[in-house]
């Protein structure tokens, strides 16, 4: 089906040079050819005004033969991710030496940290003179820096910014004093590293003795911000002891049947993102997951990085780690976003309620967090939903919800819902929704913030029965009406599905493929001629240029107009649902194969004209778990396909995809969006 879509538009390529590793504590980023960014949290600020800050300048080997000849390791023959880790594996060459080189942020560090390993060996037909391997780690703490090394393989760094602590077994010498040059000019580095300044730049260096022809040399140097200890052994024994965690968290999920050799891939690694990107840090911060790892590619002329913890990615993620079988961190990731006295400061815009989750993005602290322009805060009330979703989606794998989250959610959440809805349409009332509109005239009754509400309350009802609480039938009921309100005022007198009730009596601009979940969550029959009108219109004037896939509305900015990953995915699901298999796999042949040919990371964006990778990326709820939920529901939205339409007009009562039951949860599984403007 690949084929189909090369005929379509643009062939899938590679465009994205950045790769990264993270261990929950923090990142690192690799471009173009070494390690050039580093941040010692996951988070964009921790409160207002605390920012993490980016500490690494570069990092990388070199290698000096004491005599004249030396150089730089700062070209890469390849680089990619290994399959399902964070671990980087960087080939290089130096005449003679192979370097394979493994960077990580290792999984069991207990804090921010990067191990560099590199195994040296002899390609030539002749026995190599000793020689120097150097590890240079010009790292940026902070202001004036204070630098100590207690032996030639124990170096500490602090700064204003962050204390990092170089641990390099094996090492022979180190050294603060221009060894960017000595290696150049073949010398040997040495004479401690006692210092203080503000750019000390710190290297190690190995002593390898002659090399036969095939004989390898292994070294490595451990940084972090908690000290020494982390795992014992030689650096060879890092590498292994870094795959072996990363098989038993596999070990630990599930692989959907009937995967290609690609998906699977794909599908792999895409867990292991969700894994490294949600915050391992003790304390309120634990648990979140960010949109994203802190690392972009351009849109037009500016850069989204979102590592940021939004309610709406956060609610996309969990389910997918919970429906990969990663109930614990799906467990950690609701309570992250639902902690006492973290939200209320636009309660005037909800209604003037006691709401419990917030209604755009948070803090890493978990305290509420809008961004704010000329035209006011963002105020989304599809979030609520969302969490619902997310909620009943896990409580059933982790009961220990039912006592410390899901009273605060009904309280909190759906009663606030239920609150929000407007007694003259039955839809929701406006509010910024998914693609964050503002506030002052911008706010509509969005179709994606009320389809999201009915979802949100049914899983609601469903919590309040199991709870014993009577409020279960009105949940149930106000999702039934909002159900039917969508049907009534949502779509046009051709069965075109519309982004929102004002866009719509305007007669123009009301093409918004966020609607989709309409058909995902089954409010509206997706087997039904109103989808196949919705579908045809979304196709003659969504689809970008490059010819796959689609941008994600018609609103006309740059965003908008870029190819949206998470949009491909969910209009491969509703096709599904609608029994068009045959084109649901077009697009995500797509997904995967660009993904397959850029280190099996997902992105947010793709350029329009020519498939360019764009955003952020790795996307996590929006890239990574979109995914993930796809491939894991592919098979009961196929399935539905063999139930009857019971009626194409009635909303929420065909593929048993609205109501209760173990196969309505099946079928609501991946239930993926769209993504939102951010300004």
């Known amino acids: 089906m690949l084929a189909i879509a090369l005929l379509l538009g643009a062939a899938p390529h590679y465009s994205y040079p950045k790769l990264v590793t993270a261990n929950g504590y923090g990142a690192v980023i690799y471009t173009d050819d070494r390690l050039s960014d580093a941040y010692p949290h996951l988070y964009q600020e921790y409160s207002p005004g605390v920012v993490t800050p980016e500490v690494l300048y570069d990092t990388y080997f070199g290698v000096t033969d004491y005599d004249g000849g030396g150089g730089w390791l700062t070209d890469a023959e390849s680089a990619t991710t290994e399959d399902g880790t964070g671990i980087l594996a960087v080939e290089r060459a130096y005449g003679d030496l192979a370097i394979a080189e493994y960077d990580f942020a290792p999984m069991s560090m207990g804090g921010f940290g990067l191990a560099q390993v590199a195994r040296v060996t002899n390609t030539g037909s002749s026995t190599t003179s000793a020689f120097q391997l150097v590890a240079l780690l010009n790292w940026h703490v902070g202001g004036s820096e204070v630098v100590g090394s207690a032996s030639a393989q124990d170096v500490s760094e602090t700064g204003s910014d962050v204390s990092l602590t170089y641990q390099a077994p094996g090492a022979t010498d180190v050294s603060c004093a221009s060894v960017y040059d000595t290696v150049n000019a073949g010398g040997r580095i040495g004479g401690g590293c006692d210092t203080t300044g503000d750019d000390v730049v710190p290297a190690f260096g190995w002593s390898i003795p002659a090399l036969a022809p095939g004989e390898s040399a292994w070294v490595g140097v451990h940084t972090s911000t908690v000290g020494h200890d982390w795992v014992d052994g030689e650096p060879e024994q890092w590498v292994e002891s870094e795959r072996g965690l990363w098989e038993l968290f596999h070990a630990r999920g599930t692989v959907p049947a009937g995967l290609t050799a690609d998906e699977t891939l794909v599908y792999r690694q895409a867990l292991a ?6 915050v391992a840090e003790e304390g309120a911060a634990y648990g979140q997951l960010p949109a994203s790892l802190p ?19 956060g609610s996309y993620a969990i389910v997918a780690l919970d429906a ?26 909800v209604g003037h309620a006691d709401y419990a989750v917030s209604v755009c993005r948070v803090y890493g602290d978990g305290t509420e967090w809008t961004d704010v322009d000329a035209d006011g805060p963002n105020i989304e009330y599809d979030n609520f939903g969302l969490y619902l979703w997310a909620l009943g989606a896990v409580v059933d794998d982790d009961p220990t919800l039912l006592d410390d989250v899901a009273p605060r959610a009904l309280d909190g959440v759906a009663e606030v819902l239920v609150g929000l809805v407007d007694p003259n349409t039955g839809l929701l009332l406006p509010d910024s929704s998914i693609w964050e509109r503002h506030w002052n005239g911008n706010q509509k009754q969005f179709t994606y913030s009320s389809a ?5 309350l049914r899983a609601a009802g469903r919590i309040a029965d199991t709870l014993g609480d009577t409020r279960g039938d009105t949940y149930r009921a106000a999702a039934d009406r ?27 601009g ?13 409010i509206l029959e997706p087997r039904s001629e109103g989808f196949t009108a919705s579908l045809e219109a979304w196709d003659r004037e969504l689809k970008v240029a490059a010819g796959t896939g689609y941008h994600r509305n018609d609103d006309g900015s740059t965003y908008d107009e870029h190819e949206w990953v998470v949009i491909d995915l969910r209009v491969a699901e509703a096709l599904r649902r609608s029994c068009r298999a045959d084109e649901a796999v077009v697009l995500e042949d797509w997904v995967t194969a660009q993904a397959m040919l850029n280190n099996r990371v997902l992105p ?9 990778y764009a955003g952020p990326a790795p996307m996590l709820g929006f890239g990574a778990g979109a995914y993930v939920l796809a491939l894991q529901s592919r098979d009961a939205a196929d399935a539905a396909c063999e139930a009857p339409v019971v009626d194409p ?29 951010r300004s």
């Open 273 to 278: 993102y969700l894994k490294m990107g949600q």
């Open 295 to 313: 690392l972009s590619a351009a849109v037009g002329d500016f850069q989204h990085i979102w590592n940021i913890a939004w309610v709406r990615d």
């Open 324 to 349: 990969a079988g990663y109930h614990e961190e799906a467990a950690a990731a609701l309570r992250f976003l639902i902690q006492e006295d973290s939200t209320g400061d636009y309660r005037a815009y």
């Open 452 to 456: 999201w509400a009915v979802e949100g």
């Open 482 to 508: 909002i159900a039917a309100a969508i049907g009534e005022h949502l779509v046009d007198a051709g069965g075109v599905l519309a982004g929102s009730k004002e866009e719509l009596d305007a007669a123009e």
């Open 510 to 522: 009301y093409l918004d493929l966020s609607a989709i979940e309409v058909y995902n969550l089954g």
């Open 604 to 612: 947010e964006l793709y350029e329009p004209t020519n498939g360019d």
């Open 649 to 677: 007009d009635a909303p929420g009562e065909n593929c048993g995809c609205g109501g209760d039951g173990a196969a309505a949860a099946l079928l609501l599984l991946p239930l993926l969006t769209v993504r939102r403007r």
